[in-house]
């Protein structure tokens, strides 16, 4: 069959939540490394790499004999959370990549194998040892699609319809340079997003109990890949740190080398008190964790539990992931390529009038499409132009590379590549996205009349 033969089925038999499809129109037949195959024999770079997951990008030597070594040994393959060797090497090398802080007096709970359950696992925990009920979150941030996790998320549409999500969640401003919502922008729009948190958190006429913990990514993926500035990540850790707060990171799509540091919470220097890792960790299986300290540990036997948290294949091909990259500097290198990205990222935005901004940490690397025919706010910053930023995409997958969106009204490109991505690829990453970019621009017609952020 081709790509049109099993899209047809796919749309007859699957749910009507599928995304993916609707804007990457292909039947995956192969994958090695950042390359696929569809259906129809044509191959494409992948930018979007599991969503991240896709560490060492597809079918790594190294995953694969992992996973052949747990199969012909014979070793069990579920175990709820009962232990097994494969789990305590596991780990070992998960704690040999933690800060020194947190490894020496650390626990792990082992989650049911999505981000989305370390989310509601973190959360429970932070509630379980304050015994507060609040929590307070960002607004753009991305944290899953359970109920909890979901009313956490910045995003309004995948809640339109749901309901009442978990009550006394207290959204905050999260520093977002180019869309500023203090309309200052820069250092400056950091600093007053900062007062703002110290003072809803003491002042007794706030009107908002204090949290039982504060989670953020600490650069915001889905949100439109939105570095958190340092200087601002250190003053949330204080705050926290002073009054007691459970500081969150979510790890799921930044831990692991992505950002250019094995955790994004590192480029600040900070440790926060829980951190939530999936993704990359199973070595592209199911896998999610949460690690944070000890004196956490206020749970009852079974406060958090779930069948396929014992999911021995990931924990070998995880393993085998993290002592890859830690051996191969990947993620430095990770922080290279990501670099010599956003370099040919700002030479099309410099010849073109699409690309507000462009922005990132290491592989982790977002252009924002905008609306140059309309004027920009008192920032210089347009409105967002999401009709284009679909065509950019759609012209990138006519040319082989597998890009996503995110972002405000789903505008910002996003690239995701694996952290073993060489220089020549990067370069065709970039070479690909500048024809795409003119491309889009052309086919979209004059930018004039087109409709912002739809």
Same mark, same amino acid.
């Given at each position: 069959?081709?790509?049109?033969?099993?899209?047809?089925?796919?749309?007859?038999?699957?749910?009507?939540?599928?995304?993916?499809?609707?804007?990457?129109?292909?039947?995956?037949?192969?994958?090695?490394?950042?390359?696929?195959?569809?259906?129809?024999?044509?191959?494409?770079?992948?930018?979007?790499?599991?969503?991240?997951?896709?560490?060492?990008?597809?079918?790594?030597?190294?995953?694969?004999?992992?996973?052949?070594? &747990?199969?012909?040994? *014979?070793?069990?393959?579920?175990?709820?959370?009962?232990?097994?060797?494969?789990?305590?090497?596991?780990?070992?090398?998960?704690?040999?990549?933690?800060?020194?802080?947190?490894?020496?007096?650390?626990?792990? =709970?082992?989650?049911?194998?999505?981000?989305?359950?370390?989310?509601?696992?973190?959360?429970?925990?932070?509630?379980?040892?304050?015994?507060?009920?609040?929590?307070?979150?960002?607004?753009?941030?991305?944290?899953?699609? &359970?109920?909890?996790?979901?009313?956490?998320?910045?995003?309004?549409?995948?809640?339109?319809?749901?309901? &009442?999500?978990?009550?006394?969640?207290? +959204?905050?401003?999260?520093?977002?340079?180019?869309?500023?919502?203090?309309?200052?922008?820069?250092?400056?729009?950091? *600093?007053?997003?900062?007062?703002?948190?110290?003072?809803?958190?003491?002042?007794?006429?706030?009107?908002?109990?204090?949290?039982?913990?504060?989670?953020?990514?600490?650069v915001q993926g889905?949100?439109?890949?939105?570095?958190?500035?340092?200087?601002?990540?250190?003053?949330?850790?204080?705050?926290?740190?002073?009054?007691?707060?459970?500081?969150?990171?979510?790890?799921?799509? &930044?831990?692991?080398?992505?950002?250019?540091?094995?955790?994004?919470?590192?480029?600040?220097?900070?440790?926060?008190?829980?951190?939530?890792?999936?993704?990359?960790?199973?070595?592209?299986?199911?896998?999610?964790?949460?690690?944070?300290?000890?004196?956490?540990?206020?749970?009852?036997?079974?406060?958090?539990?779930?069948?396929?948290?014992?999911?021995?294949?990931?924990?070998?091909?995880?393993?085998?992931?993290?002592?890859?990259?830690?051996?191969?500097?990947?993620? =430095?290198?990770?922080?290279?390529m990501g670099l010599?990205?956003?370099?040919?990222?700002?030479?099309?935005?410099?010849?073109?009038?699409?690309?507000?901004?462009?922005?990132?940490?290491?592989?982790m690397v977002g252009?924002?499409?905008?609306?140059?025919?309309?004027?920009?706010?008192?920032?210089?910053?347009?409105?967002?132009?999401?009709?284009?930023?679909?065509?950019?995409?759609?012209?990138? +997958?006519?040319?082989?590379?597998?890009?996503?969106?995110?972002?405000?009204?789903?505008?910002?490109?996003? +690239?995701?590549?694996?952290?073993?991505?060489?220089?020549?690829?990067?370069?065709?990453?970039?070479?690909? +996205?500048?024809?795409?970019?003119?491309?889009?621009?052309?086919?979209?017609?004059?930018?004039?009349?087109?409709?912002?952020?739809?």
């Open positions: 069959m081709g790509n049109a033969a099993y899209l047809e089925s796919q749309r007859m038999r699957e749910s009507n939540a599928r995304s993916y499809p609707r804007k990457l129109p292909l039947a995956l037949v192969e994958a090695k490394g950042l390359q696929v195959k569809d259906a129809d024999g044509k191959v494409y770079i992948d930018c979007l790499a599991g969503a991240g997951t896709l560490a060492l990008g597809h079918n790594h030597p190294v995953v694969i004999e992992a996973i052949e070594q &747990t199969l012909r040994a *014979e070793l069990p393959l579920h175990t709820l959370d009962l232990t097994t060797p494969v789990k305590e090497r596991f780990v070992d090398e998960l704690f040999s990549h933690l800060p020194e802080e947190l490894a020496r007096k650390g626990r792990i =709970q082992f989650c049911g194998p999505t981000g989305a359950d370390g989310v509601e696992a973190a959360m429970k925990l932070a509630k379980t040892a304050t015994g507060r009920s609040g929590m307070f979150s960002f607004q753009g941030g991305y944290h899953g699609m &359970t109920a909890g996790a979901l009313s956490l998320m910045g995003n309004l549409q995948p809640k339109r319809h749901v309901g &009442t999500l978990v009550p006394n969640v207290q +959204f905050l401003p999260y520093p977002y340079s180019y869309r500023c919502p203090f309309g200052l922008g820069g250092s400056m729009g950091a *600093e007053v997003g900062t007062r703002y948190i110290h003072n809803l958190l003491d002042d007794p006429e706030s009107g908002v109990l204090p949290p039982a913990g504060v989670i953020l990514e600490l889905e949100g439109g890949v939105i570095p958190a500035p340092d200087e601002w990540t250190r003053a949330l850790r204080q705050m926290t740190s002073e009054r007691g707060i459970p500081l969150i990171a979510d790890e799921v799509q &930044t831990g692991l080398g992505r950002t250019g540091r094995m955790f994004a919470f590192e480029h600040a220097g900070i440790v926060p008190d829980i951190v939530v890792i999936s993704k990359a960790v199973g070595g592209s299986l199911p896998l999610s964790v949460v690690v944070y300290r000890e004196e956490l540990d206020q749970w009852e036997p079974g406060a958090h539990a779930g069948t396929f948290r014992g999911n021995q294949l990931a924990m070998a091909a995880g393993t085998a992931t993290m002592r890859f990259i830690r051996e191969q500097g990947l993620a =430095q290198h990770a922080e290279r010599r990205l956003m370099r040919h990222l700002e030479q099309t935005r410099t010849s073109c009038r699409s690309i507000g901004e462009v922005r990132g940490r290491g592989l252009a924002e499409i905008v609306n140059a025919a309309y004027a920009p706010d008192p920032l210089g910053s347009f409105p967002a132009h999401a009709q284009l930023a679909r065509e950019v995409q759609k012209q990138c +997958f006519d040319r082989g590379l597998i890009l996503e969106l995110g972002g405000r009204h789903g505008s910002v490109v996003r +690239f995701l590549p694996p952290l073993i991505v060489e220089e020549a690829q990067i370069d065709r990453i970039g070479e690909l +996205f500048h024809e795409a970019v003119l491309a889009a621009e052309q086919a979209c017609g004059s930018v004039e009349g087109a409709v912002s952020g739809v």
